[in-house]
């Protein structure tokens, strides 16, 4: 863990910053993004920094993206060729603010009062600043700025203006700046990306009366992108118009006379629109959300933004008692995760969101054991939509699978934008089989919990059947063993390219099996359908017999010496890492090793087989728990953000309370307080996502099972009380948990049996039940 500096105070729905601290600039920048699964812009300044190595402006628009030829020094068979990124686009929250020529800045202007707060009940990043000019004219300043939640295409910023002491000229200069380039890859592969230079070239530049907008085209994934803002004063205002261009840049001037203690409100309409998403319908589109947006008014759009927040909160939160720093933390969590996540069936949730360049926007499997399982029980309707993404991408998974030599079925990518694969170092991606598993149980844990019968049989069956099939490919019996799967990586990608990892056989069991069963339900309940999906995919029944059997006999490794198991086949010959000798400072150790160091001893960069006992902690006995979870808790770094958390669940499962505390503080604030250096390239959204199952499935104990939904809740010695919201089956219920009591109450919905610490209770109302110890 990094020193702490932190700069931004606690409070329990904001996130304030009092000072500006230049060497925390991108970090808060990361921090205080704002976005709605659909734009995601950093928050920069709206008039920049003038020392641009304290900012990394950006702007990105999910599933907007340039490709690229990925270079190898030696290439093989069925490499990628072509990687992914998302661009950062056109620049469209610029305002400058100008008095006698004086550029208003927080670099070196004179700042008498300054607040910035991200509003976790609003939906909207807001800046207050003092500004005092080198003639002594103060002005207070405020800006806003907001991503629609109900127009994925629309962002606002508002500005106003009161000159406190003066009346006088101000100039405001509203832009949008076409000169924008993505970060370039350093040694890290965590940062940047494989682009360099511009990649957005510029088709058309338009002024007209108060909108100005920029067509542009990328130079190899052939999108257009139009960016346009439309920019009104809702004060009534006495000023002069000029028009500023230049080869990158379009903008109005307007020099205003401004009047002591007089506010001048400005608002900018933005609107994104691209042919990823709209054939050749994009100036239509803008029109339609810009004449939407200034008909609605800014004060509406804000409205409409804090009812979609309450909405949410009301059936999502988490509250904490007795600790705001942890309240602050997972609501901010929360928040991010929500305005990060792509809502459209078209896109999905970069490991950094929308905040950052880190990972080039790429989706992994972070999307089906981290953020779905959020969404399932707090807004289903998001965890569909990423679940249709899947199925939209299919036929590229179908692709996929054909160049790794597998005649049938659907090989997902382990990284992604449009579904085609995109990552070049197979050892750590494309060998991650176990992604098809995840993605199967993602739909098993969506199904249980919403019965949602529609998508199953549209979607979601097509999906297992077709990815089940590699899994019946890849495997084979061996004698004494039963069904094994050579040559793939599991979620540990410090042990790599190995026989039997034992979480993606158990995973591949569960989803063999589960296809299986769908395949009869389906048949047995909608045959039309079935024999629709069957014709579609040419199933044979033979192969569903097939996976049956294969799910039967998969063999789990399992050492009869120690008694655990083994992470794979080889994972216990080998040395185990010298944790005594390796200075902290060799930490992560994908920075300070070479894969093959690595990967010839015992130790995990994160939960592998910790991660299964929690997604299936039903099959295995709290004693195998013990084992399994205090043999790995010694092997495993942590280097990935992915890990803490599952720890944490897992923990909790087993009892060790102060343990699960430790592993979720390692959570809840991790990108708040920046715990590993690098918040400044984007959130850590799996992490995020993880803290909030660290509550519900750790400390809550929740688990879902079939028909079936348990709690069995413990309580941190540092908590008074917690809460968490369950949607399930058309219901919420509210689990409420303080040092003596666990109260559920269904807030909504019908009657339901549950199961409290093992016993099944009837849930109708409220109750109440002492808290086990
Ligand atoms: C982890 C992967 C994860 C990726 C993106 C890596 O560091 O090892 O499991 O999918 O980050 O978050």
Redesign the pocket.
């Known amino acids: 863990m990094n020193e702490i500096k932190n700069d931004l105070l606690i409070d329990e729905w904001k996130i304030v910053e009092k000072n500006f601290n230049l060497e925390g600039s991108k970090k808060n920048e990361t921090i205080f993004s704002i976005g709605n699964g659909y734009i995601g812009m950093r928050g920069n300044f709206e008039e920049g920094l003038k020392d641009k190595k304290y900012t990394v402006e950006g702007t990105y628009l999910n599933g907007f993206y340039e490709t690229h030829e990925i270079k190898y020094g030696e290439k093989a068979y069925a490499f990628p060729e072509i990687g992914q990124t998302m661009l950062n686009v056109i620049n469209s929250k610029i305002i400058k603010i100008y008095v006698d020529d004086e550029e208003f800045n927080m670099m070196d202007s004179e700042i008498l009062d300054y607040e910035r707060v991200l509003d976790l009940k609003e939906g909207v990043l807001k800046r207050k600043a003092v500004w005092r000019t080198k003639t002594g004219k103060e002005l207070e300043l405020n800006f806003e700025r907001l991503a629609s939640f109900d127009d994925k295409h629309l962002a606002a910023v508002k500005v106003s203006i009161i000159p406190l002491n003066f009346s006088g000229k101000i100039k405001l200069v509203s832009l949008i700046d076409g000169n924008v380039k993505n970060l370039t890859a350093e040694d890290d592969p965590?940062v940047g990306s494989g682009l360099s230079g511009r990649s957005l070239e510029i088709i058309e530049k338009n002024i007209e009366d108060d909108e100005i907008s920029i067509l542009s085209k990328t130079k190899n994934s052939n999108f257009k992108l139009l960016c346009a803002a439309k920019n009104l004063f809702t004060t009534e205002q006495d000023y002069t118009v000029k028009s500023i261009e230049d080869e990158y840049i379009v903008g109005i001037e307007y020099e205003i006379n401004g009047v002591e203690k007089k506010k001048i409100e400005f608002i900018k309409y933005i609107s994104y629109t691209t042919t990823r998403d709209y054939d050749d319908e994009i100036f239509n589109v803008k029109d339609r959300v810009l004449k939407r947006a200034v008909k609605m008014g800014y004060e509406n759009i804000k409205k409409n933004q804090i009812e979609y927040m309450k909405r949410f909160w009301e059936s999502a939160d988490v509250e904490i008692e007795g600790d705001a720093k942890l309240q602050q933390g997972i609501r901010f969590n929360m928040f991010h995760i929500l305005q990060s996540t792509g809502k459209d069936s078209k896109t999905n949730i970069g490991?950094?969101g929308l905040t950052g360049e880190g990972?080039e926007g790429?989706y992994?499997?972070?999307t089906e054991m981290y953020i779905i399982p959020m969404f399932i029980y707090t807004k289903p309707e998001v965890a569909r939509k990423l679940l249709e993404y899947r199925y939209n991408t299919l036929d590229k998974a179908r692709e996929r699978a054909r160049q790794m030599s597998h005649e049938k079925g659907a090989l997902f990518p382990?990284?992604t934008i449009n579904g085609e694969e995109c990552s070049a170092y197979f050892p750590?991606s494309t060998a991650?089989y176990h992604i098809n598993a995840d993605i199967a149980y993602a739909i098993k844990k969506y199904y249980e919990a919403t019965l949602d019968e529609e998508f199953l049989i549209k979607y979601g069956a097509e999906i297992l059947f077709e990815t089940a099939r590699i899994f019946e490919d890849l495997g084979h019996y061996v004698e004494g063993k039963g069904f094994c799967i050579d040559g793939v990586t599991g979620?540990?990608?410090y042990t790599a390219i190995v026989n039997n990892n034992a979480y993606t056989n158990l995973m591949a069991k569960d989803h063999l099996s589960l296809a299986a069963y769908v395949a009869e339900y389906i048949k047995k309940n909608f045959n039309d359908e079935y024999q629709r999906i069957k014709e579609k995919i040419e199933l044979d029944e033979e192969e569903i017999v097939r996976w049956k059997k294969a799910a039967d006999n998969m063999y789990i490794p399992y050492d009869e010496k120690l008694k655990i198991h083994p992470q794979d086949d080889s994972f216990l010959s080998k040395k185990i890492w010298d944790f005594e000798n390796t200075p902290k400072e060799n930490y992560p150790l994908?920075l300070h090793y070479h894969p093959l160091v690595i990967y010839r001893h015992q130790v995990c960069?994160?939960a592998d087989w910790v991660l299964a006992l929690y997604l299936h902690s039903d099959k295995f006995t709290k004693e195998q728990k013990i084992r399994d979870f205090e043999y790995y808790e010694k092997v495993t770094t942590h280097?990935?953000?992915?890990s803490p958390c599952i720890f944490s669940i897992v923990a909790c499962d087993i009892g060790y309370i102060d343990k699960a505390y430790d592993y979720f503080m390692r959570t809840a604030r991790m990108d708040l307080d920046d715990h590993h250096g690098n918040t400044k390239d984007g959130i850590?959204?799996?992490n995020m996502a993880g803290s909030w199952l660290g509550i519900v499935a750790g400390f809550g104990g929740f688990r879902a099972f079939e028909d079936e939904i348990l709690f069995s809740p413990r309580i941190p010695q540092n908590w008074n009380r917690y809460s968490f919201k369950i949607n399930y089956r058309q219901r919420l219920i509210k689990v409420d948990v303080n040092k003596e009591k666990v109260i559920l109450q269904l807030i909504k919905g019908s009657p339901i049996k549950v199961k409290l610490y093992d016993k099944e209770v009837q849930l109708e109302d409220k109750i109440e039940r002492d808290l086990a110890n």
Do not use: G, I, N
């Not at 280097?639 to 992915?642: C, K, M, T």
């Open positions: 965590r490991a950094k990972y790429h992994f499997w972070d382990w990284r750590a991650q979620p540990d990608e994908l960069k994160q280097d990935s953000s992915l850590h959204a799996a």
